[in-house]
C-alpha cells in the first residue's frame, strides 16, 4: 500500500495536467447512497428505473417527488468527506486542473473545488417541463417538496430537478467539457467509481487511450484495474488524503 500511495503521488507530481473522475464511492462516506447502482439501499426500496426516468417522471411526478424527497434531505444535510477536502486540497496547490463526476450532491463545491463538472446534473435548479423555466432550487421550492406537493411553474408545468434521469441525453455543454479534460489531460485520478455506469464511464478509457496515466482509487475491483498504472482497492477516504499528503 505505501509504494502504490508513493508511485500515485508521484504520478501526481510529474504530471502537467491532471483531471479527477469521481463516482458515487466518493459520497458514500457522507451518507449518499448510490442510486444508480444496482444493490444500493435505494434499488432496494424502488426500482429506480421505474421512478427515477424521464417517462416516470412525466407519468407520475408525485410518485418521483415521493421517491426523491429523502435522498434530496440527506445532500442537503451531508457534508464532505476527506476525499472531497483531499481534491479541493489538490486544486488549490495547482496540481488538480478540473474534476468531472457522477455524482449530483454538491459535496465537491461544498469542500472548495471550483472546477467541477456534473455529467449527472445537479439539484441545484429545475427546469420547467413544458416551457423550459430554469429557477433555482430555493428554501421555497424545498419548502415545497418537503410537504410533500409537486413544484408547478406559472404555466402549469411540473419543476423537475436538473438531475439526469434514466432515459435522458447527459448534458452536452458538460459531456464535451469532460470528453476535451479526458483527451487533453495526462493523468486521471479516478476515485470513488465501479465505472459500471455509461456512458460516463466511457471518459477514463477515452484519457487512457489519448495517452494519460491512471491511479484507481475504490473500494471494489473493477474492469479498469488491468489498464491503470496504480490501482488501490481501499478506502477513498483513507487513501486519498495519504496520496495527497505525499504529493510535495
Ligand atoms: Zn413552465
Redesign the pocket.
Known amino acids: 500500500m505505501e509504494d502504490k500511495i508513493r508511485r500515485a503521488a508521484d504520478l501526481i507530481q510529474a504530471s502537467r495536467h491532471m483531471v479527477a473522475f469521481t463516482g458515487a464511492g466518493h459520497s458514500t462516506a457522507s451518507g449518499i447512497p448510490d442510486f444508480r447502482s444496482p444493490g444500493s439501499g435505494l434499488w432496494e426500496k424502488a426500482n429506480p428505473m421505474l421512478v427515477a426516468s424521464i417517462w416516470a417522471f412525466r407519468l407520475d411526478p408525485q410518485r418521483f417527488y415521493d421517491w426523491i424527497r429523502p435522498l434530496a434531505e440527506v445532500m442537503l444535510t451531508a457534508a464532505p468527506n476527506s476525499a472531497h477536502y483531499a481534491l479541493s486540497d489538490l486544486e488549490a496547490r495547482g496540481f488538480l486542473q478540473a474534476i468531472i463526476t457522477q455524482n449530483i450532491d454538491n459535496l465537491h463545491q461544498r469542500a472548495g473545488s471550483r472546477r467541477v463538472l456534473e455529467l449527472h446534473g445537479h439539484m441545484r435548479e429545475a427546469t420547467?417541463v413544458?416551457?423550459y423555466?430554469i429557477v433555482p432550487v430555493d428554501p421555497a421550492f424545498e419548502q415545497k417538496v418537503r410537504a410533500g406537493k409537486v413544484p408547478y411553474?406559472?404555466?402549469g408545468?411540473v419543476y423537475k430537478p436538473n438531475v439526469i434521469l434514466f432515459g435522458e441525453q447527459l448534458p452536452v455543454r458538460v459531456l464535451n467539457e469532460a470528453m476535451a479534460e479526458a483527451r487533453r489531460c495526462d493523468l486521471m485520478l479516478i476515485a470513488g467509481s465501479s465505472l459500471e455506469v455509461t456512458p460516463a464511464a466511457d471518459i477514463p478509457i477515452l484519457a487512457k487511450e489519448s495517452g494519460a496515466r491512471t491511479i484507481l482509487v475504490n473500494l471494489q475491483p473493477t474492469d479498469f484495474d488491468s489498464r491503470a498504472d496504480v490501482v488501490i482497492h481501499g478506502d477513498v477516504c483513507e487513501v486519498l488524503p495519504r496520496i495527497v499528503a505525499a504529493v510535495e
Open positions: 420547467c413544458r416551457c423555466e411553474c406559472h404555466c408545468g
